[in-house]
């Protein structure tokens, strides 16, 4: 069993109002000196089996076809460890 | 200038509503062997200056308070590389 995210995020020329508000709300809250967020999705897929090059281009084709719009979203398919630092 | 990336997901005891209703989909859209699927956020934010111990520990304290609900949710903060691949 392994571990696959996609990372979806809107394109830098497209507005991103939800990343803004998060922006504007720092200095208010105490948080300087970051001059930009951005708010996107992660997905992160339990995938049976091995990942080898074919499911990782099986993967790649669900993120573009269902997971982002193309139109306006960038996509990254990367495999992860399942050791995780959870907090 | 640095980027710092927050993953929030959902903590696995939670429901995912989300993500079961991707997975769900996923068998009628043709792809098979995906046992889970989760669906998060991720934020990218642009720090000015070096990404020092300091500047971490005040991310992971903005994260902690104010990008994630840490009742229902996990949150990780790393530092990335800039040269990403867009696709």
């Known amino acids: 069993m392994a571990r696959v995210v996609v990372d979806v995020m809107l394109k830098p020329e497209i507005l991103d109002p ?8 720092l200095p208010r809250l105490g948080f300087e000196g970051i001059s930009d967020v951005r708010q996107g999705k992660r ?12 499911a990782l281009a099986r993967i790649h084709d669900l993120a573009e076809s269902f ?3 193309t139109v306006i979203e ?5 495999i992860e460890e399942v050791a995780e630092a959870a907090k």
Chains 1, 2 share one sequence.
């Open 18 to 25: 939800q990343g803004q508000a998060v922006q504007r709300a």
């Open 74 to 78: 960038n996509f990254t398919v990367r």
């Open 67 to 69: 997971l982002a719009n």
């Open 43 to 54: 997905f992160e897929l339990e995938v049976d089996g091995p990942v080898d090059e074919a």
